[in-house]
């Protein structure tokens, strides 16, 4: 038995899920004509309390959308270091959106309201214009961090004080938001856009969601279609994201259990320096004495799979397809 944590990308969906795929009434959703994908839409859009959503096939694409709807040529994003904008997509805040990105440090991933005040661009011919803050949560590379609605509230403050956008890379953000019990309407109140995955902890086999105002998204859509990102009888994997709505966001805290099981046998191994604070479904370890190489072939050996993250640490993540069963073996082969 392979216990397989290099991501919560790598789950297979359930019978259900494909059940629910296989009976999807679809359209060309290009034309606007798949019902499944308008109701996919409506019903995340709904849910955060804003007005329109559009499906795209990746979290990369929704995101990169949301950057060239609110930033561009001489325009300048704020976003932490680690950001999985600015590390983990290919380039594209300069080859998709032309803009450049101010980096900011932080605790875990995360960055404050006097941080983001401080990177503001000056009103300066030499200067890019700051026009754009952009967030994660939960935070990947913070080891599934989670921001809390007054830390973002705060954010949003500056933004406005400064006319500047708010976006949020939500791939994770139902696992945050079971995490703290905040609901998904106050956080819907505090962005410009949001994007959701569905590819991650809720299991699909592809998608994600951008959310914004209507005028946003209607421009939204413009964009996505000169990015190749227009999809037709699409309404087959959008239903898997409504079923994923239905059945798979109240047990993402089995996960999070899961996580702070795997930080507790990693614990104790030997080569293990330290665990960052698990909050939702990543556990990231620092490693002592080993290269991350080596300790990704000696876990390969023993059937555990992770992935490296950064220079001496490893990432493990807990997903719908990993079970009790798969703990205890852990907990054995780690012996
Ligand atoms: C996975 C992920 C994305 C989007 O990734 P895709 O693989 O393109 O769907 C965006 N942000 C974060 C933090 C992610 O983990």
């Not at 421009?219 to 279609?225: D, E, G, S, T, V």
């Not at 805290?253 to 990693?266: N, Y």
């Amino acid at each position: 038995m392979t216990i397989d944590l290099r991501s919560d990308t790598v789950t297979k969906p359930t019978e259900g899920m494909l059940a629910a795929m296989w009976s999807a009434e679809v359209g060309d959703d290009v034309l606007g004509e798949d019902p499944t994908v308008r109701a996919l839409e409506i019903r995340l859009a709904a849910m955060f309390g804003m007005e329109a959503g559009m499906f795209c096939p990746s979290g990369t694409m929704s995101n990169q959308i949301a950057i060239k709807l609110h930033a561009g040529q001489h325009k300048e994003v704020i976003c932490h270091k680690d950001s999985h904008i600015y590390l983990y997509e290919g380039g594209g805040i300069m080859a998709n959106a032309m803009t450049s990105v101010r980096l900011l440090e932080g605790h875990y991933g995360k960055v404050s309201p006097e941080a983001v005040e401080a990177a503001i661009q000056p009103d300066d011919v030499h200067a890019p214009m700051t026009t754009l803050v952009s967030l994660e949560n939960t935070m990947n590379k913070g080891g599934g961090s989670v921001y809390r609605l007054e830390e973002v509230t705060a954010i949003q403050e500056v933004c406005q004080a400064h006319q500047l956008k708010l976006h949020l890379d939500g791939a994770r953000i139902f696992n945050a938001l079971v995490a703290s019990g905040e609901k998904a309407a106050d956080w819907g109140n505090v962005f410009d856009t949001i994007s959701v995955c569905l590819s991650k902890g809720l299991g699909c086999p592809m998608g994600s969601v951008l959310i914004g105002d209507k005028a946003t998204i209607h421009q939204a859509r413009r964009i996505r279609k000169a990015m190749g990102g227009g999809m037709r009888q699409v309404g087959f994997v959008a239903a898997a994201g409504i079923y994923a709505m239905e059945h798979h966001i109240g047990r993402l805290g089995e996960d999070h259990r899961r996580a702070r099981q795997v930080a507790d046998i990693l614990r104790e191994h030997p080569h293990v320096e330290e665990v960052f604070p698990v909050e939702t479904n990543i556990v990231i370890v620092r490693l002592r004495d080993i290269s991350p190489k080596e300790m990704l072939s000696k876990l390969n050996d023993k059937g555990i799979k992770a992935v490296q993250f950064g220079q001496d640490m490893v990432r493990f993540v807990t997903h719908l397809d990993i079970t009790d069963d798969h703990l205890q073996a852990m907990e054995k082969r780690l012996k």
